[in-house]
């Protein structure tokens, strides 16, 4: 008889703790935020192992959320206040979340040795400023260059910067890529970052070639000995008329001494031409299609429009993506 009454509760026992952890083609996340009942936040990832947006929904401060996942990625939370914080997800792991909802950088994430290195990161950079924490990170991503931790801090110090500085984050993308030759997370966002980092600020303007849409060639050598601006632009972009209405004044207060050139990241040149068929604006302008991914584009390191790339005389790129508001000041010392 103690047998029957054994076995069932052996099998009850397994269900339960078969039910603490996932399977090993599995992730789960799961936690408490404290002073929180209600909400949502969302998770996404850059890599294709996890694609989309999902939402994670909190209720009565609990929350667990699972899914398949066939390899390592790094992961962002994104919460109501537009904060976030990075993760890594493991397959055949769950990781434990907990904080405060009014201290969500300060949350406790474990359950893996590449979260808790993360999060002990984290809690060692809260208070600090700005700039001593970018220092601390580049010495992280030097400390643990294999690890996933190191790519979300690189990731989120480095790699979405406004202006990356390229003496210090090409050793870094360096050594990462050294460490972790296979990831293709990794080798993805170089592939993306390093031309940005290749026109960085005192860098040489690299060479090129394009069509204009009057069907000029052009090249680098075109643009010798004057200072240089190029403009990156597009018609569906609203905020580019800023832009163009401030390099038009550039033009009229420097008719001669100030080279323009328009790269337009519009899906298609016919597109591009109808966008500026009524436009004064006095300049070569390029459209390749393809958006971001076109040639030009691409070997420019373009990342955002309405951007910029102001190259002086020498060759040299004196500024990028400079901001609309401060580009007249910016031009007119560089041609003082």
Same mark, same amino acid.
């Given at each position: 008889?103690?047998?029957?009454?054994?076995?069932?509760?052996?099998?009850?026992?397994?269900?339960?703790?078969?039910?603490?952890?996932?399977?090993?083609? /599995?992730?789960?996340?799961?936690?408490?935020? @404290?002073?929180?009942? $209600?909400?949502?936040?969302?998770?996404?990832?850059?890599? @294709?192992?996890?694609?989309?947006? @999902?939402?994670?929904?909190?209720?009565?401060? !609990?929350?667990?959320?699972?899914?398949?996942?066939?390899?390592?990625?790094?992961?962002?939370?994104?919460? =109501?206040?537009?904060?976030?914080?990075?993760?890594?997800?493991?397959?055949?792991?769950?990781?434990?979340?907990?904080?405060?909802?009014?201290?969500?950088?300060?949350?406790?994430?474990?359950?893996?040795?590449?979260?808790?290195?993360?999060?002990?990161?984290?809690?060692?950079? &809260?208070?600090? =400023?700005?700039?001593?924490? *970018?220092?601390?990170? #580049? $010495?992280?991503?030097?400390?643990?260059?294999?690890?996933?931790?190191?790519? #979300? +801090?690189?990731?989120?110090?480095? #790699?979405?910067?406004?202006?990356?500085?390229?003496?210090?984050?090409?050793?870094?993308?360096?050594?990462?890529? !050294?460490?972790?030759?296979?990831?293709?997370?990794?080798?993805?966002?170089?592939?993306?970052?390093?031309? &940005?980092?290749?026109?960085?600020?005192?860098?040489? %303007?690299?060479?090129?070639?394009?069509?204009?849409?009057?069907?000029?060639?052009?090249? /680098?050598?075109?643009?010798?000995? *004057?200072?240089?601006?190029?403009?990156?632009?597009?018609?569906?972009?609203?905020? %580019?008329?800023?832009?163009? $209405?401030?390099?038009? *004044?550039?033009?009229?207060?420097?008719?001669?001494?100030?080279?323009?050139?328009?790269?337009?990241?519009?899906?298609?040149?016919? +597109? %591009?031409?109808?966008?500026?068929?009524?436009?004064?604006?006095?300049?070569?302008?390029?459209?390749?299609?393809?958006?971001?991914?076109? =040639?030009?584009?691409?070997?420019?390191?373009?990342?955002?429009?309405?951007?910029?790339?102001? +190259?002086?005389?020498?060759? !040299?790129?004196?500024?990028?993506?400079?901001?609309?508001?401060?580009?007249?000041? /910016?031009?007119?010392?560089?041609?003082?």
């Amino acid at each position: 008889m103690s047998l029957r009454i054994l076995f069932p509760s052996f099998i009850l026992l397994s269900f339960l703790l078969a039910g603490c952890g996932v399977s090993d083609d /599995r992730w789960r996340i799961e936690g408490r935020l @404290d002073g929180i009942r $209600q909400a949502e936040f969302y998770v996404y990832g850059e890599e @294709d192992a996890f694609d989309g947006v @999902d939402t994670i929904r909190i209720e009565d401060g !609990k929350f667990s959320y699972e899914r398949s996942l066939s390899q390592p990625a790094v992961l962002t939370l994104l919460y =109501p206040n537009f904060s976030s914080t990075s993760i890594i997800a493991e397959p055949g792991k769950v990781i434990k979340m907990r904080g405060d909802a009014a201290k969500l950088s300060e949350a406790d994430i474990s359950g893996s040795k590449e979260n808790e290195l993360l999060t002990d990161f984290r809690f060692a950079c &809260v208070g600090k =400023p700005e700039n001593d924490s *970018r220092l601390a990170a #580049a $010495q992280f991503v030097r400390d643990h260059p294999a690890s996933l931790a190191a790519l #979300a +801090v690189f990731r989120k110090y480095f #790699a979405t910067a406004r202006t990356p500085d390229p003496a210090v984050v090409l050793p870094l993308l360096d050594v990462m890529k !050294k460490a972790q030759p296979s990831n293709i997370a990794l080798l993805n966002m170089e592939a993306r970052l390093r031309p &940005v980092l290749e026109t960085g600020k005192g860098r040489s %303007c690299p060479d090129f070639s394009a069509v204009s849409l009057t069907g000029e060639k052009l090249s /680098r050598s075109d643009f010798s000995g *004057r200072p240089f601006l190029v403009l990156f632009w597009a018609t569906w972009n609203t905020d %580019c008329t800023m832009q163009l $209405q401030t390099v038009r *004044r550039l033009q009229r207060a420097y008719p001669d001494r100030l080279q323009l050139m328009v790269v337009s990241l519009d899906a298609s040149p016919e +597109v %591009c031409r109808r966008g500026v068929e009524n436009d004064s604006l006095r300049s070569v302008m390029v459209c390749e299609g393809g958006a971001f991914a076109s =040639p030009l584009a691409c070997r420019l390191g373009v990342r955002r429009v309405p951007g910029n790339l102001l +190259v002086g005389a020498d060759g !040299k790129i004196v500024d990028r993506d400079v901001p609309v508001k401060e580009l007249e000041e /910016r031009v007119a010392r560089l041609l003082e």
